[in-house]
């Protein structure tokens, strides 16, 4: 009986094969990025740019446009949410601090960076491809769509700012001190004596 349960069940197909050795690079990769994090950004602006160029040169796709910036809102919300919110949920694990005689407990996320990187370009490549698919060049009058997403970004942005100012809580490393490890002394060197 060869070829019936034998080796022949476990060979891959090559198209398979090729989809995970693929896979398998993209993720190495990936991974490879994931503490380089300015030259991340430096991409992703590359990647916006060239969704720009391509929506103001084709003049259409801003219903796609619009879609993108619902989600981007969504993100930095995410990106800018304590992974813990102490108005909805009673937890455990590290809260933030409500008054200033509790314990520092540091600010986590509830969208880390690299994820938030990682969602925003996946994002502009995604609708960078639907441009070229005329089914979604559906016709609207642009400027009322930009005044919408602008009055909504302005809300839920004064919305969450509310929310930082009332916890007391910051989510960005700008003017936070960091440790920069044991600086040495003119004493603790040799002498030139």
Same mark, same amino acid.
């Given at each position: 009986?060869?070829?019936?349960?034998?080796?022949?069940?476990?060979?891959?197909?090559?198209?398979?094969?090729?989809?995970?050795?693929?896979?398998?690079?993209?993720?190495?990769?990936?991974?490879?990025?994931?503490?380089?994090?300015?030259?991340?950004?430096?991409?992703?602006?590359?990647?916006?740019?060239?969704?720009?160029?391509?929506?103001?040169?084709?003049?259409?796709?801003?219903?796609?446009?619009?879609?993108?910036?619902?989600?981007?809102?969504?993100?930095?919300?995410?990106?800018?949410?304590?992974?813990?919110?102490?108005?909805?949920?009673?937890?455990?694990? @590290? %809260? !933030?601090?409500?008054?200033?005689?509790?314990? #520092?407990?540091?600010?986590? $996320? *509830?969208?880390?960076?690299?994820?938030?990187?990682?969602?925003?370009?996946?994002?502009?490549?995604?609708?960078?491809?639907?441009?070229?698919?005329?089914?979604?060049?559906?016709?609207?009058?642009? @400027? %009322? !769509?930009?005044?919408?997403?602008?009055?909504? #970004?302005?809300?839920?942005? $004064? *919305?969450?700012?509310?929310?930082?100012?009332?916890?007391?809580?910051?989510?960005?490393?700008?003017?936070?001190?960091?440790?920069?490890?044991?600086?040495?002394?003119?004493?603790?060197?040799?002498?030139?004596?």
């Amino acid at each position: 009986m060869e070829g019936v349960g034998g080796d022949g069940a476990s060979v891959a197909s090559p198209v398979s094969q090729w989809g995970h050795d693929a896979w398998r690079m993209y993720q190495y990769y990936l991974d490879k990025s994931t503490p380089h994090m300015t030259y991340r950004w430096i991409g992703t602006l590359v990647v916006v740019a060239i969704y720009c160029l391509r929506v103001y040169y084709v003049q259409g796709f801003y219903i796609i446009s619009y879609g993108l910036g619902i989600y981007l809102l969504n993100l930095l919300i995410g990106f800018l949410s304590p992974l813990v919110d102490p108005e909805l949920e009673v937890s455990n694990g @590290p %809260i !933030l601090p409500t008054k200033g005689s509790d314990e #520092f407990k540091p600010f986590i $996320r *509830r969208l880390p960076e690299f994820k938030f990187w990682y969602s925003i370009t996946k994002a502009f490549w995604i609708a960078f491809v639907m441009t070229f698919f005329s089914v979604f060049d559906v016709p609207v009058f642009w @400027p %009322i !769509l930009l005044c919408y997403w602008i009055v909504l #970004f302005v809300l839920t942005m $004064r *919305r969450q700012i509310a929310h930082m100012i009332k916890y007391k809580y910051v989510p960005f490393n700008i003017g936070k001190q960091k440790y920069g490890g044991k600086k040495p002394s003119t004493s603790d060197g040799p002498r030139g004596d």
